[in-house]
């Protein structure tokens, strides 16, 4: 760094315009890379004064959290260094500069970390292997190409995929190929200036404790992103993965459907289709229309493209982006639209109710039917019976509807709940299968998922459905991650089985309504960005801790359950482990949670609407439109008490 430059910053350190960790953070990165962009950005902010940008990038590191790296690759303000030759409004020639930001320096030191934790790990015959793949964001493939350099120079073989493929996908591939580890390069329904990292483990679930410590303790002792290269007959291979691993998946995603001949009476349900510009559009639709469905994509959503230019955010769960696809169905008389995330993790539908408007259902509603119908299914066929369910278990998220323990509980099926983050349900399936004898589950990766359920079946747990309220869920174990794809399949037999009933979904949540009382769901986020923006999220989360309600929305609280400093234990036994998530559960049955978000700058609080305590179906039918109406006011009143406690906490 020169010493203009150095003296700049001096001045701003001094008057309290830039934070000593933006400072540190600033020479750290200058210090150890030769890059002429990082040191032109650094320096163009600097003289134009752009003080409050220089310390959004520069505050912190990035460190894993609940989706591993995640972070802007495009600045808010973008230095002519990053420009560089793209045109004003064209996608930057470089990523943004920033120890805080997803960019050549950070996918350098992450990779790094990683493989030399695999090479260390290491005991068997060959080489660590890592199996790579990206969705539709920019700089992805450029992500992809600094992963395998680095990687197959430090002495590990690369199986990467040619084009962009999804999450679960990845998932899939580490699992079927058998290699030591995976990354996919996602920032999933983030905004386009995001990108991510997200790391997976051997048995193709994300990394949890303790490895993740580990990883990240090498990631840390990385200092920049120079390094030594092994000598060539040391250096690993590139193997590239395409159509062929396509079709392994296809295979393994029909196994989903249970009832495939009532199915095919139900060939004339019409689904409309969108990937929203992302990676969903090679495997759902083929594999809708392999099965019977037929299925129509929206055009204009087809093309991948990491601007998503035709939606506000890439995100199904928003009404907005699945908008084409109900205008399309609209037009054309179709039944559902179904929409996927970039990287085709989450999914959401917008259905018809009796009346023909079309509806969009919630994260929690989505699971529940399908938790249901798997269930019911499963006990109608046999698979589930009296000598065997309780090995049957639901897995979800404690922030995930209760809706779908009391729908388990009908079935007599336990249910497990983890913290949030697929990796603890992935954390679940690991155990489950260990929990098989070692010489019947030598070739479990081999076996067809039939075969794999009679051992959990008769030796471990039966893993029925999983999911999360954030529209991720996942039906099988072939693969380890909440599985778009799949949960493409899965809803699409559940709104069959509902047409060859007579009926709508929206009429078959409403039977569950009735039977187990009405449960509404929803979610406030309030982002605060930025290094300031994080402090108050601190500030704020830590509130709930020192100061907890006594009364909210006129009902006492009845019980508050701090999962960062308390001793929490699930269902089977398993310590929870510790996250900054506090849940405060109300007399009247309402209830809601408190957690910082691990992947955007957001605090979150999510809430629910549940029956009282001792009261569960409605008696009636004809009760059921009251009964719903009375639970929207109720849930209305405790969102906007509950908001209004966290402006008075924020001040």
């Given at each position: 760094?020169?010493?203009?430059?150095?003296?700049?910053?001096?001045?701003?350190?001094?008057?309290?315009?830039?934070?000593?960790?933006?400072?540190?953070?600033?020479?750290?990165?200058?210090?150890?890379?030769?890059?002429?962009?990082?040191?032109?950005?650094?320096?163009?902010?600097?003289?134009?004064?752009?003080?409050?940008?220089?310390?959004?990038?520069?505050?912190?590191?990035?460190?894993?959290?609940?989706?591993?790296?995640?972070?802007?690759?495009?600045?808010?303000?973008?230095?002519?260094?990053?420009?560089?030759?793209?045109?004003?409004?064209?996608?930057?020639?470089?990523?943004?500069?920033?120890?805080?930001?997803?960019?050549?320096?950070?996918?350098?030191?992450?990779?790094?970390?990683?493989?030399?934790?695999?090479?260390?790990?290491?005991?068997?015959?060959?080489?660590?292997?890592?199996?790579?793949?990206?969705?539709?964001?920019?700089?992805?493939?450029?992500?992809?190409?600094?992963?395998?350099?680095?990687?197959?120079?430090?002495?590990?073989?690369?199986?990467?995929?040619?084009?962009?493929?999804?999450?679960?996908?990845?998932?899939?591939?580490?699992?079927?190929?058998?290699?030591?580890?995976?990354?996919?390069?996602?920032?999933?329904?983030?905004?386009?200036?995001?990108?991510?990292?997200?790391?997976?483990?051997?048995?193709?679930?994300?990394?949890?404790?303790?490895?993740?410590?580990?990883?990240?303790?090498?990631?840390?002792?990385?200092?920049?992103?120079?390094?030594?290269?092994?000598?060539?007959?040391?250096?690993?291979?590139?193997?590239?993965?395409?159509?062929?691993?396509?079709?392994?998946?296809?295979?393994?995603?029909?196994?989903?459907?249970?009832?495939?001949?009532?199915?095919?009476?139900?060939?004339?349900?019409?689904?409309?289709?969108?990937?929203?510009?992302?990676?969903?559009?090679?495997?759902?639709?083929?594999?809708?229309?392999?099965?019977?469905?037929?299925?129509?994509?929206?055009?204009?959503?087809?093309?991948?493209?990491?601007?998503?230019?035709?939606?506000?955010?890439?995100?199904?769960?928003?009404?907005?982006?699945?908008?084409?696809?109900?205008?399309?169905?609209?037009?054309?008389?179709?039944?559902?639209?179904?929409?996927?995330?970039?990287?085709?993790?989450?999914?959401?539908?917008?259905?018809?109710?009796?009346?023909?408007?079309?509806?969009?259902?919630?994260?929690?509603?989505?699971?529940?039917?399908?938790?249901?119908?798997?269930?019911?299914?499963?006990?109608?066929?046999?698979?589930?019976?009296?000598?065997?369910?309780?090995?049957?278990?639901?897995?979800?998220?404690?922030?995930?509807?209760?809706?779908?323990?009391?729908?388990?509980?009908?079935?007599?099926?336990?249910?497990?709940?983890?913290?949030?983050?697929?990796?603890?349900?992935?954390?679940?399936?690991?155990?489950?299968?260990?929990?098989?004898?070692?010489?019947?589950?030598?070739?479990?990766?081999?076996?067809?998922?039939?075969?794999?359920?009679?051992?959990?079946?008769?030796?471990?747990?039966?893993?029925?459905?999983?999911g999360e309220e954030s529209y991720g869920y996942l039906g099988a174990d072939f693969l380890?991650?909440?599985?778009?794809?799949?949960?493409?399949?899965?809803?699409?037999?559940?709104?069959?089985?509902?047409?060859?009933?007579?009926?709508?979904?929206?009429?078959?949540?409403?039977?569950?309504?009735?039977?187990?009382?009405?449960?509404?769901?929803?979610?406030?986020?309030?982002?605060?960005?930025?290094?300031?923006?994080?402090?108050?999220?601190?500030?704020?989360?830590?509130?709930?801790?020192?100061?907890?309600?006594?009364?909210?929305?006129?009902?006492?609280?009845?019980?508050?359950?701090?999962?960062?400093?308390?001793?929490?234990?699930?269902?089977?036994?398993?310590?929870?482990?510790?996250?900054?998530?506090?849940?405060?559960?109300?007399?009247?049955?309402?209830?809601?949670?408190?957690?910082?978000?691990?992947?955007?700058?957001?605090?979150?609080?999510?809430?629910?609407?549940?029956?009282?305590?001792?009261?569960?179906?409605?008696?009636?039918?004809?009760?059921?439109?009251?009964?719903?109406?009375?639970?929207?006011?109720?849930?209305?009143?405790?969102?906007?008490?509950?908001?209004?406690?966290?402006?008075?906490?924020?001040?």
């Amino acid at each position: 760094m020169n010493s203009e430059l150095s003296a700049t910053l001096d001045a701003a350190l001094t008057s309290g315009e830039l934070l000593q960790s933006s400072r540190d953070n600033i020479v750290e990165l200058l210090g150890s890379s030769g890059s002429p962009v990082y040191e032109a950005s650094v320096a163009w902010l600097a003289d134009s004064g752009e003080w409050t940008e220089l310390n959004n990038r520069f505050f912190k590191k990035l460190a894993f959290g609940t989706g591993g790296l995640r972070g802007r690759s495009i600045g808010e303000i973008v230095t002519p260094a990053e420009r560089g030759s793209a045109a004003e409004g064209e996608r930057p020639e470089f990523p943004c500069v920033g120890t805080g930001n997803l960019n050549y320096y950070n996918i350098t030191r992450a990779t790094l970390g990683l493989v030399r934790h695999l090479l260390k790990a290491h005991t068997g015959e060959g080489r660590p292997s890592l199996a790579v793949a990206r969705d539709t964001r920019y700089f992805g493939q450029e992500f992809a190409d600094c992963v395998t350099k680095v990687a197959v120079e430090n002495g590990v073989d690369v199986h990467i995929f040619t084009h962009p493929r999804s999450t679960p996908h990845l998932s899939f591939a580490v699992r079927h190929l058998g290699t030591t580890s995976g990354i996919v390069l996602t920032a999933s329904h983030n905004p386009p200036h995001d990108n991510g990292y997200k790391v997976y483990g051997s048995d193709g679930a994300q990394i949890v404790e303790p490895e993740a410590s580990a990883i990240i303790a090498e990631v840390e002792a990385v200092s920049g992103e120079t390094y030594d290269a092994v000598p060539d007959d040391r250096r690993g291979q590139v193997y590239q993965l395409g159509e062929e691993m396509d079709e392994v998946y296809l295979d393994r995603l029909e196994t989903l459907l249970l009832d495939p001949a009532m199915v095919k009476e139900q060939s004339d349900l019409r689904i409309v289709f969108t990937n929203i510009h992302g990676t969903g559009g090679t495997i759902s639709p083929k594999i809708l229309r392999r099965l019977g469905f037929t299925c129509d994509t929206v055009p204009a959503q087809d093309v991948e493209d990491g601007a998503f230019p035709t939606v506000k955010s890439p995100n199904p769960e928003n009404a907005e982006a699945l908008q084409m696809g109900v205008d399309q169905a609209e037009a054309s008389g179709a039944d559902i639209v179904i929409g996927t995330d970039p990287d085709a993790d989450r999914m959401g539908v917008v259905v018809r109710n009796k009346e023909g408007k079309m509806t969009l259902l919630t994260g929690n509603q989505i699971g529940s039917l399908m938790a249901y119908y798997r269930l019911l299914a499963f006990t109608e066929q046999g698979i589930i019976n009296e000598t065997n369910r309780d090995r049957a278990v639901i897995v979800k998220t404690f922030v995930t509807t209760e809706l779908q323990t009391a729908v388990a509980k009908h079935f007599g099926v336990s249910v497990v709940n983890t913290l949030t983050g697929f990796k603890y349900i992935g954390g679940k399936l690991r155990k489950y299968e260990n929990l098989i004898p070692a010489d019947l589950r030598d070739d479990y990766r081999q076996l067809t998922d039939a075969e794999t359920r009679d051992l959990r079946l008769n030796y471990s747990r039966f893993f029925v459905f999983g999911g999360e309220e954030s529209y991720g869920y996942l039906g099988a174990d072939f693969l380890r991650d909440k599985d778009a794809n799949g949960a493409v399949v899965m809803f699409a037999e559940v709104a069959a089985f509902a047409r060859s009933k007579g009926m709508t979904c929206v009429e078959l949540l409403d039977e569950l309504f009735t039977r187990h009382g009405v449960y509404l769901e929803g979610q406030h986020a309030e982002t605060l960005a930025g290094a300031d923006g994080a402090a108050q999220i601190q500030k704020l989360a830590l509130s709930y801790v020192e100061s907890p309600p006594t009364e909210i929305d006129g009902s006492p609280v009845a019980r508050v359950r701090d999962f960062a400093n308390e001793d929490f234990y699930d269902e089977e036994g398993d310590a929870i482990p510790k996250e900054k998530m506090v849940f405060v559960d109300l007399e009247d049955g309402r209830a809601f949670a408190v957690r910082p978000s691990g992947t955007e700058p957001k605090i979150k609080f999510y809430l629910y609407q549940r029956p009282r305590p001792g009261h569960g179906g409605i008696d009636l039918p004809e009760e059921l439109e009251s009964a719903k109406e009375i639970a929207l006011l109720s849930f209305d009143s405790l969102k906007a008490a509950v908001v209004a406690d966290m402006r008075m906490r924020l001040g």
